[in-house]
């Protein structure tokens, strides 16, 4: 089980690394969640070993949402992005200027931008992961987009 969980967790953690970071905007918290959401996972393997790599990762996202939901509970007043989040950029206040943007967003917009942007899935992988229609993703992300654009006018 150990090799077969090992493979599990290298296929999956950049994913849930990723999305735990825009659920709690601090690489601290972020970690936290996703060696909770890992352990879960470690102890329901059994059943998700049988599973294809998409339920799979649709178990670890919902995994990871029940764990970031119970951590607000616990501090609800913690939640900036990290810049360690946003690509790699060569002005410092441009960073700071998307980590805003990015901040002003929804958490769902959040995950809708990092799934698409920083994790490279399409609308249909997208709307599988968080059970949402594919037109649905497409408008959604195109809303977010919007509103990044408007927040970052000013780089254009």
Do not use: N
């Given at each position: 089980?150990?090799?077969?969980?090992?493979?599990?967790?290298?296929?999956?953690?950049?994913?849930?690394?990723?999305?735990?970071?825009?659920?709690?905007?601090?690489?601290?918290?972020?970690?936290?969640?996703?060696?909770?959401?890992?352990?879960?996972?470690?102890?329901?393997?059994?059943?998700?070993?049988?599973?294809?790599?998409?339920?799979?990762?649709?178990?670890?996202?919902?995994?990871?949402?029940?764990r970031a939901i119970e951590a607000w509970r616990k501090a609800p007043d913690e939640g900036?992005?990290?810049?360690?989040?946003?690509?790699?950029?060569?002005?410092?206040?441009?960073?700071?200027?998307?980590?805003?943007?990015?901040?002003?967003?929804?958490?769902?917009?959040?995950?809708?931008?990092?799934?698409?942007?920083?994790?490279?899935?399409?609308?249909?992988?997208?709307?599988?992961?968080?059970?949402?229609?594919?037109?649905?993703?497409?408008?959604?992300?195109?809303?977010?987009?919007?509103?990044?654009?408007?927040?970052?006018?000013?780089?254009?």
């Open positions: 089980m150990d090799d077969a969980f090992d493979r599990f967790y290298q296929r999956h953690l950049s994913l849930i690394r990723a999305m735990a970071l825009a659920r709690t905007g601090a690489a601290d918290r972020a970690d936290d969640l996703v060696q909770e959401t890992m352990l879960r996972a470690w102890r329901a393997f059994d059943s998700l070993r049988e599973r294809d790599d998409a339920a799979q990762r649709a178990w670890l996202l919902v995994a990871l949402r029940h900036e992005l990290p810049l360690a989040l946003c690509a790699p950029l060569p002005d410092t206040a441009l960073r700071i200027d998307v980590l805003r943007a990015l901040q002003a967003l929804t958490e769902q917009e959040r995950e809708l931008i990092v799934l698409r942007y920083f994790e490279g899935c399409d609308s249909t992988e997208i709307g599988q992961l968080l059970s949402l229609p594919a037109g649905t993703v497409r408008r959604r992300l195109g809303e977010a987009r919007q509103k990044l654009e408007r927040a970052l006018e000013g780089w254009k």
